[in-house]
């Protein structure tokens, strides 16, 4: 049985604030390896509830920013890690492919616009609103385009209720309550952990009773975003991604946007640790 444990860090238990990745602090290092200590011991859980769950392919995406913040000798064996960023990287959803298992989603956050949400970024307007997607929802939808159901997330009650709504049979783990963009009261990482290795077991083991997540085409896509992520909240393109499912206009879309250099030669500018560059980092 194969997995794919798609992971971000804005929604793990003890995360309240956008990442600094200007700020070169002793203070701002430290508490960016504190945070990437906690979404390992997280994703370590998810590995060995996969585990109990059966499961003999593990991949992981190592997906937020830099594509590098899971410490992957700590990790729990008995998966394998995509990580780094950048123009080799053929499609966001790495690796995915018709014929796995389950998709499993780890530390994710609320789309923009959520004020009652730790972090909220990425919205994604479909058919000119007729659906809003988070990027969590968006991996569930790719994920269903191949057929393969969306049975784990963990993050707050504002996205796993997002989530849950759209696919009511998949297991959530909530870990931390929001109460607004920079406050929520988490649980200590002992017990989140042990939320998510049983959720994501029993989410697994759930498998066949978790529809995929298929949105009908045609689709357009478009991302919504403001100033800090907060509304009024515009369309950041001019012409939306079109396509006849949502994996073909999201890949449209997201060829349309700068920091997506998937697919071309050059690498993209931010680069972990530093942003060689020279750039604003976003
Ligand atoms: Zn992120």
Not at 6 to 20: K, L, R
Not at 247 to 271: I, V
């Amino acid at each position: 049985m194969r997995v794919y444990i798609q992971t971000d860090i804005e929604g793990i238990a003890g995360y309240i604030s956008f990442e600094d990745r200007v700020s070169q602090t002793v203070e701002n290092y430290e508490h960016r390896k504190r945070m990437c200590r906690l979404l390992t011991g997280e994703v370590s859980a998810a590995v060995r509830g996969a585990k109990k769950a059966g499961a003999k392919t593990i991949y992981i995406n190592d997906s937020h920013g830099s594509g590098y913040n899971i410490i992957f000798e700590e990790l729990e064996s008995g998966c394998e890690i995509i990580h780094g960023r950048g123009s080799h990287f053929p499609e966001w959803l790495t690796e995915l492919k018709q014929g796995w298992d389950a998709v499993v989603m780890v530390g994710q956050h609320a789309m923009a616009g959520e004020l009652g949400a730790v972090c909220p970024h990425s919205k994604w307007t479909v058919n000119g609103g007729k659906i809003y997607l988070s990027e969590a929802s968006m991996a569930m939808a790719l994920a269903g385009d191949l057929g393969i159901p969306a049975v784990f997330i963990s993050g707050d009650q504002v996205i796993t209720g997002e989530v849950k709504e759209k696919n009511p049979a998949i297991v959530t783990g909530v870990v931390k309550h929001s109460y607004g963009p920079n406050c929520c009261r988490s649980v200590l990482p002992e017990r989140a952990r042990e939320i998510i290795e049983e959720g994501v077991c029993r989410g697994i083991e759930n498998r066949r009773k978790v529809k995929p997540y298929v949105l009908k085409g045609p689709v357009t896509v478009n991302l919504l975003d403001g100033p800090g992520h907060i509304p009024p909240l515009k369309p950041v393109l001019k012409h939306p991604g079109k396509g006849k499912n949502i994996t073909e206009a999201f890949e449209n879309a997201l060829a349309k946007f700068p920091w997506a250099s998937y697919g071309k030669k050059e690498m993209d500018w931010y680069r972990y640790p530093s942003n060689l560059s020279g750039k604003k980092p976003i």
